[in-house]
């Protein structure tokens, strides 16, 4: 059975980590001055050092990383981090309430930390003390409060260098600017950038008979609770408003369509019935049109949320366990149970794996059509889990808030001969530590990839299902491929029924498509389908 072999490295100098000296699958830090008395432990510093892996920071100048390190700890147990992004496949950004920005560089084949920078520009700049959200992109950072006053900072000289330059050498113009809405209310405003950074947008919750403070005139401006405005320089001009019909779970502008919003908005009629709506607007002319409303009844709450890279689907955790997959181009809705009720969801990259986790530190992994993946421990215990549960390794038992996939591997940002091969999730706990899932062989964890795998492994039913999940409009190529992949495997098979089941489902992908695709392909791809 395909199973995901995995490391854990904490990056903390810290006790509050058990990472035992038998457990070949947990790795940690130590102090310089540490005494290893048991046979086992020197047995595991020979092995983590022959494997290039860091056993005690070294603090040689400039770097000082073992003070650094410490000061990172330290920021984390006495502030809240309020932005937790990865740059690229190798530097990881966090930005705390009081603005204070730290980059990592990570190496790519242990995971080890190799460079801190704490960036204090923004210290003792902010209009409050505390943040509310945060977005960085190329050219601008913005800073929302809970009052309508944001911080701009735009950057006349955008770093091009693997690690982000500290913020005072980009020529940084600074500027407080006040937001539409309404004024004498604390809200927590959250920001979403589009793709080519010339447009932002302000969002809160708001139910739809929520009540304002008396004022002559309430205008339409202040009722709408989400804002778009352009964005250049340090200048914000609104462009346009929306009032949304039920309450916002999240609004964010699409990951590949500049002009275009998603919103998840839950509706709980007064029967108690819950159902969400996947709306998608366009902003066209100056306005914000809405243009697509998907309506998914569910049982129960939800309580997280996450869309695909490409925008194509909408994954849902509810509070009774549920995961509702919604495929957005098909009208598709597909649910299963997760093992315990999600808190955190997050897609890799290449879009077709899943993390689901709690705040308990437990985590479950899922391909693109919901599949479970087994997961294991590189370590002496050879039996694969539907679960993996970090809780273990903590004495006192951390609340993850966040997890991340890295971002696709490239050669300009990988400073080695070599490939990454491995796929890096940052975990992101209250108070720290800060830790990093070593996926081995998974950095290039399409659904080609995982296609092959469920094969090699006599998996087919799992591979069907993730190839009926592709959609042969976007990446004809890649679905041909993953097809011919099943086709041919399930040939050299001896023919029975449920063989031959799993060839017609397969086939039908491209034969008797659940939404009809382009005439375009089907005319391109028909011979080769037929041939096979």
């Not at 209310?185 to 919750?205: F, H, P, Q, T, Y």
């Not at 009032?243 to 029967?271: A, G, M, W, Y």
């Not at 300009?412 to 890096?424: E, G, I, N, V």
Request: aromatic letters at 8%; a negative charge.
């Amino acid at each position: 059975m395909f199973t995901l072999f995995s490391e854990i490295h904490f990056w903390t100098l810290r006790d509050n980590v058990q990472a035992q000296d038998s457990d070949l699958g947990a790795f940690r830090y130590h102090d310089k001055k540490t005494a290893i008395n048991s046979i086992l432990g020197i047995s595991k510093r020979q092995y983590t050092e022959s494997r290039g892996i860091t056993w005690v920071n070294s603090n040689k100048r400039p770097a000082k990383l073992r003070d650094t390190l410490r000061e990172l700890e330290d920021l984390l147990d006495n502030q809240r981090v309020i932005y937790q992004e990865w740059c690229n496949s190798l530097q990881v950004q966090l930005m705390f309430h009081t603005g204070i920005l730290v980059t990592i560089t990570v190496s790519p084949h242990t995971a080890d930390i190799t460079h801190i920078q704490i960036d204090k520009y923004l210290l003792n700049k902010l209009l409050v003390e505390h943040l509310t959200h945060v977005i960085i992109t190329n050219q601008h950072a913005l800073c929302s409060y809970n009052e309508n006053q944001i911080t701009l900072i735009h950057f006349n000289k955008p770093t091009l260098k693997s690690i982000p330059s500290k913020w005072h050498h980009l020529e940084p113009r600074l500027a407080h600017l006040s937001l539409a809405g309404p004024s004498g209310r604390r809200i927590e405003r959250k920001l979403s950038a589009n793709v080519s950074g010339d447009m932002v947008l302000s969002w809160w919750r708001c139910t739809r008979d929520e009540v304002y403070p008396w004022t002559p005139v309430v205008k339409d401006v202040d009722r709408a609770n989400i804002h778009v405005y352009s964005l250049t320089s340090v200048k914000l001009e609104l462009l346009c408003y929306y009032k949304t019909d039920s309450d916002p779970l999240c609004v964010e502008f699409s990951h590949v369509r500049p002009n275009v919003v998603h919103s998840v908005e839950q509706k709980i009629s007064r029967r108690g019935e819950v159902s969400v709506e996947s709306c998608t607007y366009e902003i066209l002319n100056g306005k914000c049109h809405r243009i697509a409303v998907t309506c998914i009844p569910l049982e129960t709450n939800v309580c997280c949320h996450s869309f695909s890279p490409d925008n194509r689907h909408l994954l849902l955790g509810c509070i009774d366990g549920s995961l509702v997959l919604h495929d957005i181009a098909k009208g598709i809705t597909h649910l299963v149970k997760s093992a315990f009720i999600p808190s955190i969801l997050c897609w890799n990259s290449f879009g077709c794996a899943i993390t689901v986790a709690n705040e308990k530190c437990q985590i479950q992994f899922f391909d693109s059509s919901l599949s479970c993946i087994k997961v294991q421990f590189s370590s002496e215990d050879i039996t694969p889990c539907n679960i993996l549960d970090l809780g273990s390794y903590f004495k006192t038992q951390p609340t993850l808030l966040d997890i991340r996939w890295h971002q696709k591997p490239s050669h300009h940002t990988t400073p080695s001969d070599f490939a990454q091969t491995d796929a890096l999730l940052m975990l992101f706990c209250e108070k720290g530590p800060l830790c990093v899932l070593k996926i081995l062989g998974c950095a290039e964890l399409s659904a080609s990839v995982l296609i092959s795998q469920y094969m090699s492994f006599h998996q087919s039913d799992q591979a069907v299902s993730l190839l009926r999940s592709l959609d042969w409009d976007l990446t004809p190529a890649l679905c041909l491929t993953s097809l011919q992949t099943i086709v041919n495997h399930l040939l050299r098979q001896n023919l029975t029924p449920e063989i031959e089941v799993q060839l017609e489902s397969a086939l039908a992908s491209f034969l008797a498509p659940v939404r009809g695709f382009s005439s375009a392909v089907e005319t391109e791809f028909a011979d080769p389908v037929r041939d096979l």
